[in-house]
């Protein structure tokens, strides 16, 4: 199987506090048959480091969401997972049947600070 080359994708801005969810398809010709899991992590830039800012979301322990309409996918954020404000940088890896991923989707998102703020 090949490896699919990374697509870049930078997620319109939410709002601290919100419940939310970020939607996306694959392609008709995307390998479906070949996908065992779809893992999604969310990092805060630090220089050089990336802070881990939010636990890895997969279909397993459902914060990931496949329709049974094609090939579409949904992550779920909790209001927890949108408590803190800012620039983060994610990742979406696609997993082959031995566990290792083939396709990638990344790039950024910004949580809006609530104006409200105690």
Request: aromatic share 14%; proline share 3%.
């Amino acid at each position: 199987m090949a490896t699919i080359d990374k697509y870049e994708y930078d997620i319109p801005a939410y709002q601290q506090g919100n419940v939310a969810d970020f939607e996306f398809s694959f392609g008709a010709n995307f390998p479906v048959a070949d996908v065992s899991e779809i893992s999604f992590q969310v990092r805060k830039s630090q220089g050089k480091l990336k802070e881990l800012m939010m636990d890895e979301k997969t279909i397993a322990n459902g914060g990931i969401l496949l329709s049974s309409d094609g090939f579409d996918v949904t992550v779920l954020f909790s209001k927890e997972d949108m408590d803190l404000y800012g620039t983060f940088y994610y990742e979406i890896d696609v997993l082959n049947l031995d566990g290792d991923p083939f396709a990638t989707i990344g790039g950024s998102f910004t949580v809006l600070k609530e104006t409200n703020d105690k």
